[in-house]
């Protein structure tokens, strides 16, 4: 046995009444919904009607009014700051498509061919922070964000390198008003706020996450520097030599062991 839905709607118009309390100046027709019990039988289906109802004032007019007119304001408001929305994420997403074909300084100063890109860097920090097993006090997921955006701010200022003779104070005011730009372009607003926040959170290693992200960001660095090598038949010293003693995690101290582990397998071989 199921409940089946039926519809009763009554109109003065119609010879039928009003509910009790309803007056005909306020309401034209009423509805009442009732559930009736359906019983498997052979008998064949009761026919179903559509009923449409549309609620009018009592001069006959359809019901717009101050109200109505104030939701349509609204209405409109909204459609138009979305599509001021979806406008600037396509905006600040194309702007992003540098960071997949700006190459990494580093590899481009040692002659690699085919060197990776920024983005290629960063998804692979992703990739991390997605694998990485469960520790106490950290949250992967903002690690994953926190990788995502930590370069983002090189897609204006592109990859400065301890070669390019920035000092460090010169380059953050660099990528801090490169950042500033690209949540502007952005549209500000809550996205853009966690943007800045999680590349602040990284810059300044000020949390767990950051501390891991940040030695992902050296772990992913001799990672690609032993492929290289691998590929390219190069000696990459300078990139284990730089790493060397500044890793702060129990795990990132772990992954770089394995990976030097390798490298020196490789050169034994």
């Known amino acids: 046995m199921a409940a089946s839905?039926?519809?009763?709607?009554?109109?003065?118009?119609?010879?039928?009444?009003?509910?009790?309390?309803?007056?005909?100046?306020?309401?034209?027709?009423?509805?009442?919904?009732?559930?009736?019990?359906?019983?498997?039988?052979?008998?064949?289906?009761?026919?179903r009607f559509a009923v449409s109802v549309q609620s009018r004032n009592p001069d006959g007019s359809s019901g717009r009014g101050p109200i109505n007119s104030a939701f349509e304001a609204d209405l409109a408001e909204t459609e138009s700051s979305s599509s001021s929305s979806v406008s600037s994420s396509i905006d600040f997403l194309t702007f992003c498509h540098r960071?997949?074909?700006t190459k990494r300084k580093g590899w481009i100063n040692h002659g690699i061919d085919g060197a990776e890109s920024i983005a290629d860097h960063m998804y692979r920090m992703a990739l991390m922070s997605l694998i990485?097993?469960?520790?106490?006090?950290?949250?992967?997921?903002?690690?994953?964000?926190?990788?995502?955006?930590?370069?983002?701010?090189?897609?204006?200022?592109?990859d400065i390198t301890p070669s390019d003779g920035v000092p460090k104070a010169e380059k953050s005011r660099r990528e801090q008003a490169a950042l500033k730009e690209l949540c502007k372009m952005l549209g500000g607003g809550m996205r853009a706020e966690?943007?800045?926040?999680?590349?602040?959170?990284?810059?300044?290693?000020?949390?767990?996450?950051?501390?891991?992200?940040?030695?992902?960001?050296?772990?992913?660095?001799i990672l690609q520097a032993l492929e290289y090598e691998t590929e390219h038949g190069k000696l990459l010293d300078e990139f284990f030599i730089s790493t060397a003693g500044k890793f702060q995690t129990d795990l990132g101290k772990s992954w770089a062991a394995e990976v030097i582990s390798r490298r020196k397998s490789q050169e034994g071989n």
Do not use: Q
Request: charged share 20%.
């Open 132 to 158: 990485v097993g469960d520790i106490p006090g950290v949250n992967r997921e903002r690690c994953i964000k926190i990788a995502i955006v930590h370069d983002i701010a090189e897609a204006i200022v592109g």
């Open 99 to 101: 960071l997949k074909t």
């Open 194 to 221: 966690e943007i800045k926040e999680l590349w602040y959170e990284y810059e300044n290693n000020a949390s767990l996450e950051a501390n891991l992200v940040k030695d992902f960001d050296k772990v992913e660095m």
């Open 5 to 47: 839905p039926t519809t009763y709607c009554s109109s003065p118009a119609l010879g039928g009444s009003l509910p009790p309390g309803s007056s005909s100046a306020s309401s034209v027709f009423s509805t009442r919904t009732f559930f009736r019990p359906v019983f498997s039988t052979d008998a064949p289906p009761l026919p």
